[in-house]
């Protein structure tokens, strides 16, 4: 039984959710994901893994209410247990030995930004935060951040909530000033993480991306998932999700995954039109 133990709106479109699965929470880490079913006709969903308490065996996930399944998700409440819970799947992002990072997180992304900013802040390391938003209201995970990082720069597309811009400009800002970043990981929308490496690239920053392509089965024989890194076929579900940024194909990823917005658009109606006859 994966019951939900806590349920949280973090704005208008966001939620946190704290599901009850010890054996997911005894072995995750941070940059892992689970696949979730709601019920038992639900299609499987990938999540990453947003925090995790091994003591009271519970692992909280983020997700923005965008197509049926997450609105699917979000129509359960505190008490009510999901069908399927599966993980800890992928590979863990790679923290060991780094002294100073700046990590680089965009809208929802910062959801997976987080958990590897305190771990890497748990190891010792100097950890400059830069999370971006498109304005106010969508700002979440402030005060973790806060806490987590030595350094937190937030950034509004429409400048509501602290500086005005994109986290490129902040970040480029920062190494200009002189900081020698072992490694810059960024989360977020494909083409703030393309832009990310853009700048990175320029000088010579080892940057890490993490990478959230349709995925159905999450072992990597269903190949939904495929990415080209450095003119080789990966998969995300078990080569990643986390990639050198330096050698992903962006262009070729952010045109796989516009294809299906049509089927999520549809996918979205028919959840809308299934909850308000439940309303009903």
Not at 123 to 145: C, P, Q, S, T
């Amino acid at each position: 039984m994966f019951t939900i133990i806590k349920k949280e709106s973090l704005n208008p479109t966001v939620t946190r959710m704290v599901i009850h699965a010890p054996f997911v929470a005894r072995k995750a880490e941070p940059g892992q994901f689970i696949i979730f079913r709601a019920h038992e006709d639900s299609e499987r969903v990938p999540l990453t893994i947003a925090d995790f308490d091994r003591e009271a065996g519970t692992v909280t996930i983020i997700y923005q209410i965008v197509g049926g399944s997450t609105m699917e998700l979000d129509a359960m409440n505190e008490g009510e247990a999901l069908c399927d819970f599966v993980g800890p799947l992928g590979v863990a992002t790679h923290t060991a030995g780094l002294r100073k990072v700046a990590v680089v997180g965009g809208g929802v992304g910062c959801a997976i930004a987080y958990p590897v900013t305190k771990k890497l802040h748990d190891l010792g390391a100097e950890v400059h935060a830069v999370v971006g938003f498109r304005n106010k209201d969508l700002v979440i995970l402030e005060d973790e951040f806060r806490a987590a990082s030595d350094k937190l720069v937030m950034m509004t597309d429409d400048g509501s909530y602290g500086e005005k811009g994109l986290v490129t400009a902040a970040l480029e800002k920062l190494i200009q000033e002189g900081n020698e970043y072992d490694e810059v990981i960024a989360i977020g929308p494909l083409v703030m993480m393309k832009f990310v490496c853009a700048v990175t690239r320029k000088y010579g920053v080892k940057t890490v991306v993490s990478m959230n392509p349709i995925m159905i089965d999450g072992t990597g024989m269903c190949g939904g998932c495929r990415l080209t890194v450095g003119g080789e076929t990966k998969f995300a579900c078990v080569d990643g999700p986390d990639f050198d940024g330096h050698l992903v194909d962006f262009d070729e990823a952010m045109k796989r995954a516009s294809m299906y917005r049509e089927f999520e658009q549809h996918a979205r109606e028919a959840g809308c039109n299934l909850l308000s006859k439940e309303v009903k």
